[in-house]
Antibody, heavy 122, light 107 residues
Framework: EVQLVESGGVVVQPGGSLRLSCAAS????????MHWVRQAPGKGLEWVSL????????YYADSVKGRFTISRDNSKNSLYLQMNSLRTEDTALYYC???????????????WGQGTLVTVSS | DIQMTQSPSSLSASVGDRVTITCQAS??????LNWYQQKPGKAPKLLIY???NLETGVPSRFSGSGSGTDFTFTISSLQPEDIATYYC?????????FGPGTKVDIK
């Protein structure tokens, strides 16, 4: 059974930093592109970033480019999101999501975690 | 970026009703369009991929159609467990973008 478990969400002040983690199990982690998608309270879904199965390709939404860094450790079946220079508008539930395609960049999601809440507030 | 619009933003229907949601892309995305269901307090769930293909395990009362810029999502007979917000998502180009969602309620 595929499981994605996010952690690391806390309350942080504007300008602060945070690292989110996602522990994956139930599939061959290093065969799949992984994504972060966020959802502000009461709002819709916003794609944040992706990293290819081998870590060789990364992409970011313009809203986080230069501030967030996605990475993965295939030996630990883990995905990360380093978040710097946080803004109040980054407040959201952050989901990690598995891409549907094996060793391809297909950009959609067949499994999601339950999310970890990041609150940026003074 | 490709902008996605959905209508209506919300709807209320009776059990057994046919429900239709439309999604429009700001440019041609061929059939690179998916539909997700998000129940309150839960993560989204993929229902339809490539505009019209039913994800494994999803009930056949859900269907999708369309190509290019105009797409339709249909629930043929609304059930109480279908109460959720439905999102379309394009994956023709990065950044991946979602529609704003359609909230479906029981009348």
């Amino acid at each position: 059974e595929v499981q994605l478990v996010e952690s690391g969400g806390v309350v942080v002040q504007p300008g602060g930093s945070l690292r989110l983690s996602c522990a994956a199990s139930g599939f061959t982690f290093d065969d799949y592109t992984m994504h972060w998608v966020r959802q502000a309270p009461g709002k819709g879904l916003e794609w944040v970033s992706l990293i290819s199965w081998d870590g060789g390709s990364t992409y970011y939404a313009d809203s986080v480019k230069g501030r967030f860094t996605i990475s993965r450790d295939n030996s630990k079946n883990s995905l990360y999101l380093q978040m710097n220079s946080l803004r109040t508008e980054d407040t959201a539930l952050y989901y990690c999501a598995k891409d549907i395609a094996r060793r391809e960049l297909l950009y959609y999601f067949d499994y999601w975690g339950q999310g970890t809440l990041v609150t940026v507030s003074s | 970026d490709i902008q996605m619009t959905q209508s209506p933003s919300s709807l209320s229907a009776s059990v057994g009703d046919r429900v239709t949601i439309t999604c429009q892309a700001s440019q041609d995305i061929s059939n690179y369009l998916n539909w997700y269901q998000q129940k309150p307090g839960k993560a989204p769930k993929l229902l339809i991929y490539d505009a019209s293909n039913l994800e494994t395990g999803v009930p056949s009362r859900f269907s999708g159609s369309g190509s290019g810029t105009d797409f339709t999502f249909t629930i043929s007979s609304l059930q109480p467990e279908d109460i959720a917000t439905y999102y379309c998502q394009q994956y023709d180009n990065l950044p991946v973008t979602f529609g704003p969602g359609t909230k479906v309620d029981i009348k």
